[in-house]
């Protein structure tokens, strides 16, 4: 016990030096680290430029990028790679890939904890998370924070997917629905392959009192999208409370590799 109160006293004294750190030291880009004015942009200008959008044509349903195999198709707008994604959960965005400066801006918010990252990124997803409000239909979308188990939250001090839901509520896009709670249990989804990603949040996630009444839709809201294994599980607990209709945006996307025997055309 006592080495588990000196490890959490060490995490707080390393936050607390970190937070002392970044008073004292100038703004600088999250890609170069550059000087940046300190209420400016966290990215300079050309690393904005360099940041990887997410290609086109796009699968509509998972928004993964069908390349060369959807222009040899001519009509295609499904990837197969979200075929088993359950009926609730209708569409998925994301307005960069996951690599290079992209990748590295998500980890400098999740790791390096540069919360102030977070309206910045926001702002980039507003688009996607607009459109899909639009699609979803009349009456409220709540805007869902995927959460972190307690032992995650505390070792890093926030939640990277509650904040970038938070900037994108203040923006205007939905109302915060802080309504599902994750249990203790399971491994780091990083790293980690399509079967395992699924065992590792199957059954992890509950719902938290306070649900809202009427007809309910929802985005739920994440810092990065792969196999779609955890907005998957988020979406099937949320259709336990009625639910109807249920999407997921995050910064990037993580590219697979399509299957092409089970690509749709329409």
């Known amino acids: 016990m006592r080495a588990v109160a000196r490890a959490g006293r060490l995490r707080l004294l390393g936050r607390a030096a970190a937070a002392a750190f970044d008073a004292l ?34 699968c509509r349903r998972c928004a ?11 009509e295609l707008v499904r990837c197969g790679t979200c075929e088993e994604w359950p009926d609730v959960l209708v569409a998925a965005d994301a ?3 996951f690599e290079g400066l992209a990748a590295r801006t998500v980890r400098a918010l999740k790791y390096d904890r540069w919360r102030s990252l977070a309206p910045w990124m926001a702002a980039r997803m507003a688009p996607a998370a607009e459109v899909m409000a639009s699609r979803l239909g009349e009456g ?35 109302s915060l629905g802080p ?43 994440d810092d990065v999208l792969t196999t779609g294994a955890t907005a998957i599980a ?5 259709a336990e409370a009625g639910f109807r209709s249920v999407a997921t945006v995050s910064f ?3 590219l697979l590799p399509l299957n092409p025997s089970r690509e749709e055309s329409e």
């Open 252 to 254: 990037a996307r993580t």
């Open 64 to 74: 993964q990028p069908l390349g060369n195999i959807a222009a040899a198709a001519g």
């Open 95 to 97: 307005p960069f890939a």
């Open 140 to 174: 409220a979308t709540w805007l869902i924070p995927v959460p972190l188990t307690p032992a995650r939250r505390r070792e890093r001090g926030f939640n990277q997917a509650g904040e970038l839901a938070r900037a994108l509520a203040d923006r205007g896009v939905g």
């Open 234 to 238: 988020c979406a099937e607990t949320l």
């Open 25 to 58: 030291v100038p703004a600088a880009c999250v890609g170069c680290r550059r000087g940046v004015a300190p209420d400016g942009p966290p990215l300079c200008a050309l690393c904005r430029s360099r940041l990887p959008r997410l290609a086109s044509p796009r």
């Open 179 to 221: 309504f599902l709670d994750r249990r203790p249990g399971g491994s780091r989804q990083a790293g980690v392959g399509g079967a395992l990603r699924r065992a590792n949040v199957q059954g992890r996630f509950r719902l938290r009192a306070g649900l809202p009444d009427g007809r309910r839709s929802a985005i739920i809201v």
